[in-house]
T-cell receptor, first 112, second 117 residues
Framework: AQSVTQLGSHVSVSEGALVLLRCNYS??????LFWYVQYPNQGLQLLLK??????LVKGINGFEAEFKKSETSFHLTKPSAHMSDAAEYFC??????????FGQGTELSVKP | DAGVIQSPRHEVTEMGQEVTLRCKPI?????LFWYRQTMMRGLELLIY????????DSGMPEDRFSAKMPNASFSTLKIQPSEPRDSAVYFC???????????????FGPGTRLTVT
């Protein structure tokens, strides 16, 4: 069975600082992994995904994530935080049967 | 494409009333999902369909909730009778399924904010 654990329900960084949001997964099959972002009062929007191939995946808005099989991790990073990055971020793994298993979410706050 | 369309965007109703939420998925997508989001419970998958057939409804909280997908371009989530604890944001999402470039990627609608008083 697949599962996702996001470490830290709330992360706060200063504008310009590194953003690191942690995600660990469990999967009985080679995983398809996703990061979604949710801005206030909006639906979830895909940031990036890993299916096969290159383990470093680049997404929108300067975010990237690295798939590390040995660590069962898919952490999300951005070198320099912007105020507009304040949102909730969800990591997800596909069960390969059509369904995504979502983590509990991490709320990112950016301080000026 | 206009993306996933949900209506209404906001719904306020009194306890005991019937509520119907509507969703139009992205054309060509084979999968449709209904989620509920609350502060207390986070994002919960209620039910999902593949080619208009319900695959997994284990997340539906109780018999007051029902969902249908009469055709590939329309789905409804109905709550009858509604209760204050049903107050939440309900999202619909669709997915192309197993197409190579979009493997299982889900596209979310803007949500319906339901308030039951």
């Amino acid at each position: 069975a697949q599962s996702v654990t996001q470490l830290g329900s709330h992360v706060s960084v200063s504008e310009g600082a590194l953003v690191l949001l942690r995600c660990n997964y469990s999967s009985s099959v080679p995983p398809y992994l996703f990061w979604y972002v949710q801005y206030p009062n909006q639906g979830l929007q895909l940031l990036l995904k890993y299916t096969t191939g290159a383990t470093l995946v680049k997404g929108i808005n300067g975010f990237e994530a690295e798939f590390k099989k040995s660590e069962t991790s898919f952490h999300l990073t951005k070198p320099s935080a912007h105020m507009s990055d304040a949102a909730e971020y969800f990591c997800a793994v596909s069960d390969r049967g059509g369904k995504l298993i979502f983590g509990q979410g991490t709320e990112l706050s950016v301080k000026p | 494409d206009a993306g996933v369309i949900q209506s209404p965007r906001h719904e306020v109703t009194e306890m005991g009333q019937e509520v119907t939420l509507r969703c139009k998925p992205i054309s060509g997508h084979d999968y449709l999902f209904w989620y509920r989001q609350t502060m207390m419970r986070g994002l919960e998958l209620l039910i999902y369909f593949n080619n208009n057939v319900p695959i997994d409804d284990s997340g539906m909280p109780e018999d007051r909730f029902s969902a249908k997908m009469p055709n590939a371009s329309f789905s409804t989530l109905k709550i009858q009778p509604s209760e204050p604890r049903d107050s939440a944001v309900y999202f619909c999402a669709s997915s192309p399924g197993t197409l190579l470039d979009d493997a299982y990627e889900q596209y979310f609608g803007p949500g319906t904010r339901l308030t039951v008083t």
